[in-house]
């Protein structure tokens, strides 16, 4: 009796292995075709020893490709040598990520899989497959313009008519002419004569080749201290604003030293003389230390690095949240889920907005249900914590999409406890979320009411709920006037927030931080409500 079987999740679609293994030898692969491995692919190719039975064997190899993993048998010396009793195959493992743990995560994951189906089936080699990826540029066909056009067409301008992609090298221009020329596809034939070809500014036609690994570290460091010298120009450019007196000499000598690597490493400049190289790149780094220098007038030190430091962390959690949600429940249901949200979301702003503007007006002892509100304001009261906390849950799921990208915490066995982590942190970021926002709301309606009990000032506007002072005056001074929490002041003004019902409530500044309530209620047909200069 086989073990039932383990359901997992379909990937993707299981490829069919032929029935008969091809003869004769590969054929050779062509270097203009490109890579066989689709982008941001990890393949791990592992030995698989299974027990030499027909059932164990269609078992494994259903459940492996199940997985969207290519399963086949064997072949020559990929077999097991002097090993009776075992089938060997050969399992291509495919993962999305970095290529850093990529066959640990292969490895473990196999294992696991013969583990909770106790399969008869070993790993007993495996290799990171890696195919080299060779530089191909694009070229656009468009009519050939006099030379007063070229930045038209440098901009993007040209009337482009066609567009073939080639190898990058040396000599790619003639390999695009000659394929252009080869065929009039789309009834446009190419004419050397009438046509110009052009590359867009983000291809590379002849881009550097590594001969050795050494030459690689080379351009790398190269590469490196251009971007360095780059930053370095433009925070010089800063620090020329920033300093006083002679210390403004200093920045401006540094700002061009990253001149030479960014004239080695400009596509436009590195094939060119040491002058050529040296002369663009004191152009490039003075006009990026002018750049500073403008960003260095208009704010302070502090601001730029906080600015810095918030791009940096915005970066992080952008590319994070994208890496954690593709490919993922939220990205195939994204269709119903995002509709589904909106109102659930919506409603949980304004409410948020409500108990803000409740512990507001709780500090003068009013109730809320008193008082005329905006509606726009309560979401604009609650867009503020509202935004702390949907930060702080973005960058938690930032930090999940780069360990899930380094294939860290990859193991299925921990996928419920993550998923009930994930929704007990994100409890505890909407409860965090509610806890800013009535204490911001408190704190303002806290110096709020010390600026009127003390200085006599009109308290701003907090999100829709208005504050003004009035006096009262009976309309009929003869009768005892109805007052909630009385007596009602007549000789100083009181603070009105409006009313939404037949009574209204006044917040006394005579009483604030006094034994009684602070607030009192009558109602509005039994008095008038005059300026503060008629008190």
């Known amino acids: 009796m086989t073990p039932p079987r383990i359901r997992s999740p379909r990937l993707?679609?299981?490829?069919?292995?032929?029935?008969?293994?091809?003869?004769g030898p590969e054929p050779a692969a062509d270097p203009a075709a490109g890579p066989p491995a689709p982008p941001c692919r990890r393949r791990v190719r592992m030995l698989v020893d299974v027990v030499d039975q027909a059932d164990e064997v269609a078992y494994v190899t259903a459940l492996f490709e199940e997985r969207g993993w290519a399963v086949r048998p064997a072949e020559g010396g990929e077999a097991a040598p002097g090993v009776a009793h075992r089938t060997t195959l050969v399992v291509e493992v495919r993962l999305h990520g970095a290529r850093l743990g990529a066959l640990r995560t292969a490895t473990m994951e196999v294992e696991r899989l013969t583990r909770q189906a106790e399969l008869g089936a070993w790993i007993r080699d495996a290799a990171l497959v890696e195919h080299e990826r060779p530089a191909r540029t694009t070229y656009y066909v468009h009519r050939a313009l006099p030379t007063l056009g070229r930045v038209w067409i440098r901009l993007g301008g040209a009337d482009e008519q066609r567009a073939v992609t080639?190898?990058?090298?040396?000599?790619?221009?003639?390999?695009?002419?000659?394929?252009?020329?080869?065929?009039a596809l789309g009834g446009r034939p190419f004419d050397p004569a009438a046509h110009a070809l052009r590359v867009p500014g983000h291809s590379d036609a002849d881009p550097p080749?590594?001969?050795?690994?050494?030459?690689?570290?080379?351009?790398?460091?190269?590469?490196?201290?251009?971007?360095?010298?780059?930053?370095?120009?433009?925070?010089?450019?800063?620090?020329?604003v920033w300093a006083e007196g002679a210390w403004k000499l200093l920045p401006a000598l540094l700002s061009p030293a990253g001149a030479l690597p960014l004239g080695r490493t400009a596509k436009e400049?590195?094939?060119?003389?040491?002058?050529?190289?040296?002369?663009?790149?004191?152009?490039?780094?003075?006009?990026?230390?002018?750049?500073?220098?403008?960003?260095?007038?208009?704010?302070?030190?502090a601001q730029l690095w906080a600015g810095v430091l918030l791009l940096a962390l915005g970066l992080?959690?952008?590319a994070g949240v994208v890496l954690a949600v593709r490919r993922t429940f939220f990205t195939r249901h994204a269709a119903w889920l995002v509709p589904l949200s909106v109102p659930v979301l919506w409603s949980m702003v304004g409410w948020l907005?409500?108990?803000?503007?409740?512990?507001?007006?709780?500090?003068?002892?009013?109730?809320?249900?008193?008082?005329?509100?905006?509606?726009?304001g309560r979401y604009l009261a609650a867009a503020e914590p509202m935004g702390y906390a949907l930060g702080s849950m973005a960058f938690l799921v930032a930090v999940i999409g780069w360990?899930?990208?380094?294939?860290?915490?990859?193991?299925?066995?921990?996928?419920?406890?993550?998923?009930?982590?994930?929704?007990?942190?994100?409890?505890?970021?909407?409860?965090?979320?509610?806890?800013?926002?009535?204490?911001?709301?408190?704190?303002?309606?806290?110096?709020?009411?010390?600026?009127?009990?003390?200085?006599?000032r009109r308290p701003p506007d907090y999100f829709g709920v208005y504050a003004h002072f009035v006096c009262l005056r009976p309309v009929d001074p003869a009768k005892p006037l109805p007052v909630d929490n009385g007596p009602a002041p007549t000789d100083h003004p009181v603070l009105s927030f409006g009313t939404a019902t037949d009574w209204i409530w006044l917040w006394d500044p005579s009483r604030h931080e006094g034994p009684r309530q602070e607030s009192f209620a009558v109602r509005r047909e039994d008095v008038q409500l005059l300026p503060p200069a008629r008190c």
């Open 403 to 456: 360990l899930r990208h380094f294939h860290l915490g990859r193991d299925g066995s921990n996928r419920l406890f993550a998923a009930v982590l994930a929704t007990l942190l994100g409890v505890v970021f909407a409860l965090t979320a509610i806890g800013i926002g009535t204490r911001d709301a408190a704190s303002a309606a806290g110096r709020a009411a010390e600026n009127v009990a003390h200085d006599g």
């Open 353 to 376: 907005g409500e108990q803000m503007h409740a512990a507001y007006l709780d500090r003068f002892d009013i109730r809320a249900s008193a008082v005329p509100t905006s509606s726009l």
């Open 166 to 183: 080639v190898p990058a090298g040396p000599g790619s221009r003639e390999a695009a002419e000659a394929e252009l020329a080869a065929r």
């Open 269 to 301: 400049t590195r094939a060119r003389g040491r002058r050529v190289q040296w002369a663009a790149g004191v152009a490039g780094t003075t006009a990026l230390a002018a750049f500073g220098a403008l960003l260095g007038g208009g704010s302070s030190a």
């Open 316 to 318: 992080f959690t952008g």
């Open 209 to 240: 080749r590594d001969e050795t690994p050494h030459e690689r570290r080379v351009r790398l460091v190269w590469l490196g201290a251009a971007v360095a010298g780059l930053l370095l120009a433009i925070v010089c450019g800063m620090y020329v």
């Open 12 to 23: 993707l679609p299981g490829p069919r292995v032929p029935d008969e293994p091809q003869q």
